[in-house]
């Protein structure tokens, strides 16, 4: 089935750490994106692809970094010098410009 | 002003109501609309897009967009407890073209059996 894969759901994180959070889509969708949703906020927009090799800053990407190295693939790291990374990560792809977004189950980091 | 701003709710129904979900926006020039629906722990599923000034219907919900306004809303028929979730308001704006949707915060609706 096609789809966007996130892995792992669940990930406990000491400070100090790097983690990376995977995507992965077979959905041939060129575009690629990161959120980050805090308990009852909307969606906060850390890092997008349009193509391969090129990637965007979003609203809030520091103490984040991504590649884009397949069309498949949009790894995201969250780095030490993010201050409060604990929130759920949600990844999503869309096929065109004006269209909607889909979404992965989401992966959701604690940091203890 | 915020980009896309929701009622933030919650928003009690009785069940077989109709529910009745705001959004309203600041970019004039926006072009698609959508709204998501976000099971509490889970990730949004997209339940509607609307392109043009109107209604669109989906079995019991129903997309209204004036552009004129600013303004889309969405309408549950038939309310069901299922229907108990978050509603997220999307908007793709005209600047920014390809970048992202802007989000609103979204509108905790909660169906009462």
């Known amino acids: 089935d096609g789809g966007i894969t996130q892995s792992p759901k669940y990930l406990f994180r000491k400070e100090g750490q790097n983690v990376t959070l995977s995507c992965e889509q077979n959905?041939?969708?060129?575009?690629m994106y990161w959120y980050r949703q805090d308990p009852g906020q909307g969606l906060r927009l850390i890092y997008y692809?349009?193509?391969?090799?090129?990637?965007q800053k979003g609203d809030i990407a520091e103490g984040y970094s991504v590649s884009r190295e397949k069309k498949e693939s949009f790894p995201l790291t969250v780095t030490s010098a993010q201050k409060n990374p604990t929130a759920f990560y949600l990844c999503?792809?869309?096929?065109?410009?004006?269209?909607?977004?889909?979404f992965g189950e989401g992966s959701r980091l604690t940091v203890l | 002003q915020k980009e896309v701003e929701q009622n933030s709710g919650p928003l009690s129904v009785p069940e077989g109501a109709i529910a009745s979900l705001n959004c309203t926006y600041s970019?004039?020039?926006?072009?698609?609309f959508f709204w998501y629906r976000q099971y509490s722990g889970k990730s949004p599923e997209l339940i509607m897009s609307i392109y043009s000034n109107g209604d669109k219907e989906d079995g019991r919900f129903t997309a209204q967009l004036n552009k004129a306004s600013q303004y889309v809303s969405l309408l549950i028929r038939d309310s069901q407890p299922s229907d108990s979730a978050t509603y997220l308001c999307a908007v793709n704006p005209l600047s920014g073209s390809a970048r992202q949707l802007t989000f609103g915060s979204g509108t905790q609706l909660t169906v009462l059996p």
């Open positions: 959905l041939n969708h060129d575009a």
């Open positions: 970019d004039r020039g926006s072009q698609s």
């Open positions: 999503a792809s869309r096929p065109r410009a004006a269209g909607e977004l889909f």
């Open positions: 692809s349009q193509i391969v090799n090129d990637f």
